[in-house]
């Protein structure tokens, strides 16, 4: 999982992109990038860290350019040491293209190949966006044949790359002397938007990962970059759209609205906090069913994004809610860090628990989800040492029992807790007095109380149902393979 940002401006846009990226840090935590444009000239700077961390003052003032793109990386396990794979990418030949990619291609092995021994194209990393950046770069090519580019000729690219490409992507690549394009694939599965703002030298444009980079930045949420859809913007902010997909379907994934994506941001015309909350009411039916509710004293979020869901869920059972939990701001989210032993040593870093609240009390933890299980195991302990009774867990989301292949990074089914594992068995594991999980089906009706027009979810890593079609298990053994798993 990553953060994408471009910006057509009217003016400097170094400022407006970081401070964008600042907005998305919460996609990524590994490492960040800037590529402006300027007078024939690309300038980038990147490097492993927050953002804050990797852009000095000096660094932003070589970043000159009235248009460019950013990049904030969350890593798979192979590439969370590898300098070479952050991004913004670049390729000179055709025209010079900067480009940015969030999501993971489930055929990049395939057309990897296919670029050095069709296409001819050298790819000098194992990261997939590099395989996406050539596979664009060459139709690219193909559709100019030598000409210069126009607006449809980009669009014939894209709609190449979409015949090629699997997988999910959300891209947006600064062409030299021309424009800004974004692509998005068309499952939809990343999400991407679009915003403007009018100066008064003209009217100004921005792509992002989330809305709240949008209109955190002072821009207006034009709408969301559709599946399939490609956009062109000018270096003088002229804007062309096209459905470059023979056939799309609306299919994100709905772990961006449980756990990845900020709550003040609209993805696909959703709210993300309303979502939350819409899940904690079909989550309440739920523990009303399975749990005595004289049983529990009080219902405590795990902060951040499970409190929206914890305290919709505590309203609609008539149940007490504190805030039992204190977080270090300066903690990264113990998920998406690299390495079990890291994620380990920062929960208790990042959370402290309020004695007070938890002494001979019986209690309600909400969570977003389980996924490895570690923090979850941690926070009930910390629960009990605080002093509860009896701790009873919840979460917002179902099992999470496959691997996920359009990138979020737990490829291998050994990591997650809940495979091959029934909830009794989980519960035990992680030492709760009870265990309630989210139902699939409730969780993307919450979403389809939102928005009717969902064709279908993303949602693999809880039912092993992936929408493009093309995973089989002989692909999850090798991705298990390559980590060293069994």
């Known amino acids: 999982m990553s953060g994408v940002v471009g910006v057509v401006g009217r003016g400097p846009v170094n400022q407006l992109i970081y401070d964008s990226l600042l907005l998305l840090q919460h996609r990524g935590q590994d490492a960040a990038g800037i590529t402006t444009y300027n007078n024939y000239f690309f300038h980038t700077h990147r490097g492993p860290g927050l953002v804050r961390d990797v852009f000095r003052t000096r660094n932003m003032r070589s970043l000159v350019g009235n248009s460019g793109?950013?990049?904030?990386?969350?890593?798979?396990t192979d590439s969370a040491e590898n300098a070479d794979e952050v991004q913004p990418f670049y390729v000179n030949a055709p025209f010079g293209i900067s480009f940015v990619h969030n999501?993971?291609?489930?055929?990049?092995?395939q057309l990897r190949q296919e670029l050095f021994s069709?296409?001819?194209r050298h790819i000098n990393t194992n990261s997939d966006?590099?395989?996406?950046?050539?596979?664009?770069?060459?139709?690219?090519?193909?559709?100019a044949n030598g000409g210069d580019l126009t607006p449809d000729i980009i669009f014939d690219a894209v709609t190449a790359v979409h015949?090629?490409?699997?997988g999910a992507y959300a891209v947006i690549a600064q062409i030299a002397h021309y424009g800004l394009v974004a692509f998005r694939d068309p499952n939809g599965i990343r999400p991407l938007c679009i915003g403007s703002q009018l100066t008064p030298e003209g009217k100004e444009w921005m792509i992002a990962s989330e809305s709240v980079a949008v209109t955190g930045c002072?821009?207006?949420?034009?709408?969301?970059?559709?599946?399939?859809?490609?956009?062109?913007?000018?270096?003088?902010?002229?804007?062309?759209?096209?459905?470059?997909?023979?056939?799309?379907?609306?299919?994100?994934?709905?772990f961006e609205y449980v756990y990845f994506a900020r709550p003040d941001s609209t993805l696909d015309g959703v709210s993300v906090?309303?979502?939350?909350?819409?899940?904690?009411?079909?989550?309440?039916?739920?523990?009303?069913?399975?749990?005595?509710?004289?049983?529990?004293?009080?219902?405590?979020?795990?902060?951040?994004?499970?409190?929206?869901?914890?305290?919709?869920?505590?309203a609609q059972l008539n149940l007490n809610y504190r805030e039992g939990f204190i977080k270090n701001r300066y903690i990264g989210r113990t998920f998406i860090m690299p390495g079990q032993a890291?994620?380990?040593?920062?929960?208790?870093?990042?959370?402290?628990?309020?004695?007070?609240?938890?002494?001979?009390?019986?209690?309600?933890?909400?969570?977003?989800?389980?996924?490895?299980?570690?923090?979850?195991?941690?926070?009930?302990?910390?629960?009990?040492s605080a002093g509860a009774n009896k701790v009873f867990f919840a979460s917002a989301a179902p099992p999470v029992r496959y691997p996920n292949v359009y990138g979020i990074d737990m490829p291998t089914r050994r990591e997650l807790i809940a495979y091959g594992k029934t909830v009794e068995d989980v519960a035990l594991e992680i030492g709760v007095d009870g265990l309630v999980y989210q139902d699939l089906d409730d969780l993307e009706q919450a979403l389809r109380d939102l928005n009717p027009d969902f064709d279908r979810f993303e949602s693999s890593c809880f039912d092993a149902d992936y929408v493009t079609g093309d995973i089989t298990a002989e692909d999850l053994d090798q991705l298990e393979q390559e980590r060293g798993g069994s």
């Open 342 to 384: 890291v994620r380990k040593k920062s929960v208790r870093q990042k959370l402290s628990a309020i004695p007070m609240e938890f002494k001979g009390k019986n209690v309600l933890l909400v969570d977003d989800s389980i996924v490895r299980g570690t923090t979850s195991r941690e926070i009930v302990e910390m629960a009990r």
């Open 103 to 109: 999501g993971n291609l489930s055929n990049w092995r």
């Open 163 to 166: 015949r090629r490409a699997k």
């Open 273 to 314: 906090y309303d979502a939350r909350l819409k899940m904690g009411e079909y989550l309440g039916n739920k523990v009303a069913k399975q749990l005595r509710l004289a049983d529990i004293d009080v219902v405590m979020p795990i902060p951040d994004s499970a409190r929206p869901s914890a305290m919709q869920l505590a």
């Open 69 to 76: 793109v950013g990049h904030v990386r969350y890593p798979t």
């Open 118 to 120: 069709i296409d001819r």
């Open 129 to 143: 966006s590099e395989v996406l950046l050539n596979v664009f770069a060459h139709e690219l090519q193909r559709a």
């Open 218 to 254: 002072g821009f207006h949420l034009e709408r969301d970059v559709l599946p399939g859809e490609a956009i062109f913007i000018d270096l003088k902010g002229n804007v062309q759209r096209h459905q470059c997909a023979e056939s799309t379907q609306l299919s994100p994934c709905v």
